[in-house]
């Protein structure tokens, strides 16, 4: 079983930088892939960006690459994602997720463990 806890959203205007804080409780959070996921008032959840089991390899989707990087320290059980150059389509509540599979999954239906959700909003 993992807890998965985030923190760090909040308001930004356009070109600023927030850094989510998803903090996983049990003693496996090293035996997972993290993604993070987000999802717009009245569109479908979103994939982000995964991190592998031990940080060796990432992979994010198109619309946020070269912006966003996702990091982990797993002596913290913590994972990060850092948003830089942020636009105002990257408005929504973000999601961090845990994924049994060690290099994690693009779709959402593979993920075991869901946080609640934070809300990032970035004004133009």
């Known amino acids: 079983q993992v807890q998965l806890v985030e923190s760090g959203g909040g308001l930004v205007q356009a070109g600023g930088s927030l850094r989510l804080t998803c903090a996983a409780s049990?003693?496996?959070?090293?035996?997972?892939?993290m993604g993070w996921f987000r999802q717009a008032p009245g569109k479908e959840r979103e994939f982000v960006g995964r991190?592998?089991?031990?940080?060796?390899?990432?992979y994010y989707a198109d619309s946020v690459k070269g912006r966003f990087t996702i990091s982990r320290d797993n002596a913290k059980n913590t994972v990060y994602l850092q948003m830089n150059s942020l636009k105002p389509e990257d408005t929504a509540v973000y999601y961090c997720?845990?994924?049994?599979?060690?290099?994690?999954?693009?779709?959402?239906?593979?993920?075991?463990?869901w946080g609640q959700g934070t809300q990032v909003t970035v004004s133009s």
């Open positions: 049990g003693r496996t959070f090293s035996r997972y892939a």
């Open positions: 991190i592998s089991y031990n940080g060796g390899s990432t």
């Open positions: 997720a845990a994924d049994s599979n060690l290099y994690g999954s693009v779709s959402h239906r593979y993920y075991d463990y």
